[in-house]
């Protein structure tokens, strides 16, 4: 038998998740042992995710708001996953992101370049032609090249391990991370 260590590999962790939507990612760490907070600014999402939440039995804090709104709060793990591209003042927002990580915490974000294939692929791809999101959901000149968000990190006083690409595998129908980071890419930064 695993330990209960070995099951709950994130116990006494705090994790912020900034753009949570209907807690995707909050209920799986909090499974894990996490101390979970989603943030949203869309309300409706909030309702939906406290409401599966409580379904499932699992004890997640959602609000409603902009990660702007918790200057003072500082978490383990801040993530901020496929929410980027649609915030209205990515220096601000990344600002405040890298600010609410603790001494020695993580920031990890994930989010689209801003490259012609990821045109072609995650808005006319993904939005028209497979119907995997909404059509209107991304506008192309919102997305942000690697170098753009490494600028805007490293007034943050995090500093940047690792950028990942995240490309998807049609065939086996699997996302894999690798070295291009000409669509999807994810950024792992570290805060002293």
Known sequence: LASEAGRRPLDGLRVLDVGCGGGLLCEPLTRLGAEVTGLDAAEQSIVVAR???????????YRHG???DLAC??????LAMEVIEHVADLPAFVAAA????????VLALATLNRTLKALALAVVGA????GWVPRGTH???NFV????LARGLRGGGVEIVEIAGLVYRPLS??????RDVSVNYLVFALKD
């Not at 409401?51 to 039995?57: I, K, L, P, R, Y």
């Not at 939005?127 to 497979?130: A, G, K, M, P, S």
């Not at 090249?145 to 753009?148: A, K, N, T, V, Y």
């Open 127 to 130: 939005e028209y032609v497979l």
């Open 51 to 61: 409401a599966h939440a409580a379904d499932v039995g699992l004890d997640i804090t």
């Open 139 to 141: 506008d192309w000149r």
């Open 173 to 178: 129908r699997e996302w894999r991370t690798g």
């Open 98 to 105: 890298a600010g609410c990580v603790a001494p020695g915490g």
């Open 66 to 68: 902009d990660v702007t």
């Open 145 to 148: 090249r690697p170098s753009e």
């Open 73 to 78: 709060e500082t978490y383990d793990a801040v």
